[in-house]
């Protein structure tokens, strides 16, 4: 039809892993077409722990379980095939296993590589949008603590509690690992980039660590919006204010790369707090001179209370990011 210009599709790139990411996804998925814009997850692989960390070890396969999660957010396939591949078994030999990490591991066997795992399953669960591995590499996380000790693994730093006593002195990989070509480019192409919410140093953090990402995000001429958690978590970001999320973040970049941070202004109900209270305290904000980066504040907080699924051997946040509330706030900014 003449006389009619289309807008070009933007690229909302995501960075993460684990819930904070399936959230992400979740809700801007409903607006695509509204916007018109495509999306992409880069995701962490440095998860070591429950049904991925068996995996691991046992077949030497690359993390699935942060992979499935994203899947799922962008599958339009029925509610029940979305349930099918997060369903995990409670008894036997597969006790704590999701059948989409199985799935995916499986998979990966067959075809030789995850990324091919990624391709078949997409088609299979129709995905809409794209899900990157932001390495091909086997990768562990390192942390040293300020005492010099050193803790090996994602799942031994995410559930120690020395470090709540010591503190982190710096996080790194086992060994250098290059960043997946794909990532690269979507960060490079991307008109917005949101990173979290997530575990900071377990989920976040091991994406700066791949050699390429800090480079590209320099390069990436997008708007980098930063979502911060919830809530604190214990041993890791104790009394941590809305900015000091920003301050780390920007450790392991560079200066000044968020241009806008969202939080929760949204106090959670006593009773949530009540049943929290062993786990952290929801971080306040302050203003803070210096910082180039734009603080604004929206109801994000979620009605629904997170039921935890009896075949789950980890523990999961049950305050969560109401996916809908996050993805228009997100949206303000494309």
Not at 79 to 105: I, P, Q, V, Y
Not at 187 to 199: C, F, M, S, Y
Not at 261 to 268: A, H
């Amino acid at each position: 039809m003449k006389g009619k210009k289309q807008n070009k599709k933007k690229i909302i790139t995501t960075i993460g892993g684990g819930t904070g990411q399936f959230v992400v996804l979740s809700g801007l998925k409903e607006f695509r077409k509204k916007f018109n814009f495509s999306l992409k997850a880069i995701v962490s692989m440095a998860d070591d722990g429950g049904s991925t960390g068996r995996l691991r070890d046992e077949l030497g396969v690359l993390p699935p379980g942060d992979i499935r999660q994203c899947l799922v957010a962008l599958s339009e396939s029925s509610l029940t095939m979305r349930k099918l591949f997060n369903w995990r078994f409670k008894k036997g030999n597969l006790a704590g296993h999701s059948l989409g990490n199985l799935f995916l591991s499986a998979l990966e066997k067959m075809t030789g590589s995850l990324e091919k795992a990624i391709e078949e399953i997409s088609l299979i669960f129709r995905i809409q949008g794209e899900v990157i591995p932001v390495t091909l590499e086997k990768i562990d996380l390192v942390a040293e603590l300020n005492n010099s000790e050193i803790i090996y693994g994602q799942h031994n730093i995410n559930t120690s509690k020395k470090i709540r006593k010591v503190g982190i002195k710096k996080l790194c990989l086992s060994h250098p690992a290059k960043a997946n070509p794909k990532a690269v480019e979507a960060i490079k192409k991307a008109d917005l980039i949101v990173i979290g919410p997530g575990n900071l140093y377990c989920s976040l953090i091991p994406n700066f660590l791949v050699k390429g990402i800090v480079e590209s995000l320099r390069e990436s001429q997008a708007k980098k919006i930063l979502v911060v958690n919830l809530m604190n978590k214990i041993g890791h970001t104790d009394g941590f204010f809305v900015d000091d999320y920003l301050k780390i973040i920007e450790r392991y970049t560079f200066p000044k790369m968020i241009d806008i941070v969202l939080y929760n202004r949204k106090k959670p109900s006593p009773l949530l707090l009540e049943k929290y209270k062993k786990e952290g305290k929801p971080p306040k904000f302050r203003k803070v001179k210096g910082v180039s980066a734009k603080f604004y504040g929206f109801n994000l907080l979620s009605k629904q209370i997170y039921q935890k699924d009896p075949g789950d051997r980890l523990y999961r946040s049950f305050i969560r990011h109401d996916p809908k509330k996050l993805a228009k706030a997100i949206l303000k900014f494309l």
